[in-house]
């Protein structure tokens, strides 16, 4: 009669599998295996899995392939908030330009607008100035605490990002024009403002 009073640990049954065990270490396993039901359970499972293992013939990714897609989630878990955090669109409330309702600066000289977004609670202050194909964007957040907090733009013209200062104040590299969505990550907060459009005409 075999020990039922323990249980055989995985690691001991895949090397009952791949032959590893000695023949007396075998016939007790072997023993215990038949009169204890979970640890038939998990020898069937592992001896199924080891198979598939075995009989696999699946081409492997190229390593550079691999590892191009461990650096892209490695930069997004950099730059994003956790998986947990709340979205938030962001509404215009103000605009300097309030004969031009899109997100366009329509001027054949330098321009400077200013744009106020909200949402719960949350106010943005945006200050956009460009001359030509070059825009800046910088702002402020009007909240107490912007902690370990970052402004991200993405377009199909460029990206760029920075972080927050003591004062919640933020300025972006300068952008050439097209369409950007811009994303304030505070904490476990997201908000998005989805559509500024950077151009003169």
Same mark, same amino acid.
């Given at each position: 009669?075999?020990?039922?009073?323990?249980? #055989?640990?995985?690691?001991?049954?895949?090397?009952?599998? +791949?032959?590893?065990?000695?023949?007396?270490? =075998?016939? *007790?396993?072997?023993?215990?295996?038949?009169?204890?039901?979970?640890?038939?359970?998990?020898?069937?499972?592992?001896?199924?899995?080891?198979?598939?293992?075995?009989?696999?013939?699946?081409?492997?990714?190229?390593?550079?392939?691999?590892?191009?897609?461990?650096?892209? /989630? =490695?930069?997004?878990? *950099?730059? =994003?908030?956790?998986?947990?955090a709340r979205r938030l669109m962001a509404a215009l409330s103000f605009d300097s330009f309030?004969?031009t309702p899109a997100f366009g600066m329509r001027s054949g000289r330098a321009a400077s607008?200013?744009?106020?977004?909200?949402?719960?609670?949350?106010?943005?202050?945006?200050?956009?100035?460009?001359?030509?194909?070059?825009?800046?964007?910088?702002?402020?957040?009007?909240?107490?605490?912007?902690?370990?907090?970052?402004? +991200?733009?993405?377009?199909?013209?460029?990206?760029?990002?920075?972080?927050?200062?003591?004062?919640?104040? /933020?300025?972006?590299?300068?952008?050439?024009?097209?369409?950007?969505?811009? =994303? #304030?990550?505070?904490?476990?907060?997201?908000? +998005?403002?989805?559509?500024? #459009?950077?151009?003169?005409?």
């Open positions: 009669m075999s020990d039922l009073t323990r249980h #055989i640990a995985p690691e001991k049954l895949a090397d009952l599998i +791949e032959g590893r065990e000695t023949p007396e270490s =075998r016939t *007790q396993m072997m023993a215990h295996i038949s009169e204890c039901h979970a640890c038939s359970t998990e020898y069937q499972r592992l001896e199924h899995l080891i198979s598939l293992m075995k009989t696999d013939r699946a081409e492997e990714a190229p390593r550079d392939v691999v590892a191009d897609v461990v650096n892209l /989630f =490695r930069k997004q878990a *950099q730059t =994003r908030p956790p998986s947990m309030t004969t607008r200013q744009l106020v977004y909200s949402v719960e609670g949350n106010d943005i202050d945006l200050r956009v100035t460009g001359e030509e194909d070059q825009w800046i964007i910088s702002g402020q957040v009007l909240r107490e605490n912007c902690a370990a907090a970052r402004v +991200e733009v993405d377009g199909a013209s460029g990206s760029a990002s920075t972080t927050l200062n003591d004062n919640c104040e /933020f300025t972006l590299p300068p952008l050439p024009g097209g369409e950007y969505s811009l =994303r #304030i990550l505070i904490s476990d907060l997201e908000i +998005e403002i989805p559509r500024l #459009i950077l151009e003169l005409n």
